[in-house]
């Protein structure tokens, strides 16, 4: 098995605001909407970001603010922003532009977001049918004029989709190609009743390589904190990508724990294919899923975790004394991060399983 280098551990982390939305899109993953209430409280949310800040002598470099629509309370959004970015932090956030109808008042919303860095802007069809595309040409005029770095977020259910095309050639027309940022949909929470439409292309694998979500924890407004800020965020509370809870432990008890969480970093270093592997050389292939989204990690994710059976064999395989020595010597290896290997007491000699070493697609794992 191939391991992937991935973005550095705990350099970010997101904050769920909210899981308000000014609109329901049929491919929400936590399921926002206007009829959602529940959020993150201001002076939780302040303390957390404290801790952020302080936590190693300001290791985490930047907080993402996401929902739901962080806009959906500008004040709220004004100073937990501003308390973060006093405090050092690279502050992101993502929108659906709703308060942009117009450059005027695009312009007035983004002078008072000073501690917001940069602005992910939702442009995909799903969006656009609800939330016209000039909200999001006059959101990019505004970022520029006040500074402010964007990007446009486009998720679509397939990159061949005519949809999809037409709207990533408009953009590059109007010279935004250089902002595009696109995903596969994943069909998790809401998106779930999206699966077998026939925008879909499948594979019988899962997406290969690394998975960079996994190295940024993320924090829910109940004071939950999971290992990933993608599919995992519909999952219950109960499942092994759980890191604690904010509300009964420090973020630095709670952060330093997850150094030697083998399933966070299992899934930075291999993957879900790499896991898919994993469950094929313990005899659990049969167990697996039998198609996955192609390009999207997070459906694979989302597949091999819903399925019970699965999370158990996974518990027994990831904490056996084998399987934590590979993660910990690959992390120190590939990833550069020592520490778990240290805490080990392990060399790099203790890297041992040729079969774990090599492509799985050249190996001999009889993968399709």
């Not at 695009?106 to 909200?135: C, F, W």
């Not at 192609?294 to 399987?323: G, S, Y």
Request: hydrophobic letters at 40%; glycine letters at 8%.
């Amino acid at each position: 098995m191939s391991f992937q280098p991935g973005f550095p551990f705990l350099k970010n982390i997101g904050f769920m605001l909210t899981y308000k939305c000014t609109i329901s899109c049929p491919h929400c993953i936590v399921e926002a909407g206007p009829k959602r209430r529940k959020e993150m409280g201001l002076e939780e949310a302040l303390d957390w970001i404290r801790q952020v800040s302080s936590y190693r002598n300001k290791y985490i470099l930047s907080l993402g603010l996401t929902g739901g629509e962080p806009f959906y309370d500008l004040d709220r959004l004004e100073v937990i922003s501003t308390h973060a970015r006093r405090l050092g932090l690279f502050v992101t956030t993502v929108t659906n532009a709703f308060w942009a109808p117009t450059r005027e008042r695009a312009l007035e919303v983004l002078q008072r977001m000073e501690g917001i860095q940069l602005i992910s802007l939702s442009t995909d069809a799903h969006h656009l049918k609800l939330i016209p595309l000039e909200n999001i040409k006059n959101a990019a005029w505004a970022a520029r004029e006040t500074g402010h770095l964007y990007d446009l977020a486009i998720c679509t259910d397939s990159k061949a989709d005519p949809s999809f095309l037409r709207l990533e050639e408009a953009l590059r027309a109007s010279g935004e190609g250089e902002h595009m940022k696109v995903t596969v949909t994943a069909p998790v929470g809401r998106a779930q009743n999206l699966m077998g439409h026939p925008n879909f292309a499948t594979e019988s694998v899962p997406a290969r390589g690394g998975c960079v979500l996994a190295s940024s924890p993320l924090v829910f407004p109940n004071g939950k904190v999971i290992g990933c800020t993608g599919a995992f965020v519909a999952l219950p509370p109960t499942h092994p990508m759980l890191l604690g809870d904010l509300r009964q432990e420090s973020l630095e008890t709670i952060l330093d724990r997850s150094e030697s969480n083998p399933y966070v970093h299992a899934m930075r270093l291999f993957g879900p294919y790499g896991l898919s592997v994993i469950l094929r050389e313990h005899g659990f292939g049969n167990l697996l899923p039998r198609e996955y989204i192609k390009d999207c990690p997070c459906d694979a994710c989302f597949k091999l975790f819903t399925d019970r059976r699965l999370v158990k064999a996974l518990d027994a395989i990831m904490w056996d004394d084998e399987m934590l020595k590979l993660i910990a010597c690959g992390r120190a290896a590939y990833l550069d991060e020592p520490a778990m290997a240290q805490r080990l007491g392990l060399s790099m000699e203790a890297l041992t399983r040729p079969s774990l070493r090599e492509d799985p697609v050249k190996g001999s794992n009889n993968l399709p």
